[in-house]
C-alpha cells in the first residue's frame, strides 16, 4: 500500500511568491500577514493581557446586565 503524501506548501508558497512581480510582493506579504492573524488564535496569556487591561481602563460590564442584548 502506497503511503499518501503531504504536499509541501512552504515550498509551493516560495515558488508563488517567487512568481509575483516584485512591486506586488509587499502587497502580497501584507496579504499573507492579515490572513494569519485572521485564522491564529492569540495565546491565553495574551487574551488575559488583554483582559487585564480592559480592567484596568474600565471596560467591564456587570454580570447583571450579561444577558441582557440577548432575544433569549
Known sequence: MMA???PDYTDQLHKEIEK???EYRGLLLRIVHSFREGVTLPTAEHSVQ???QDVMHGNTHSVDTLWDD???
Open 50 to 52: 488583554e483582559g487585564w
Open 4 to 6: 499518501a503524501t503531504v
Open 70 to 72: 440577548l432575544n433569549t
Open 20 to 22: 509575483t512581480p516584485e
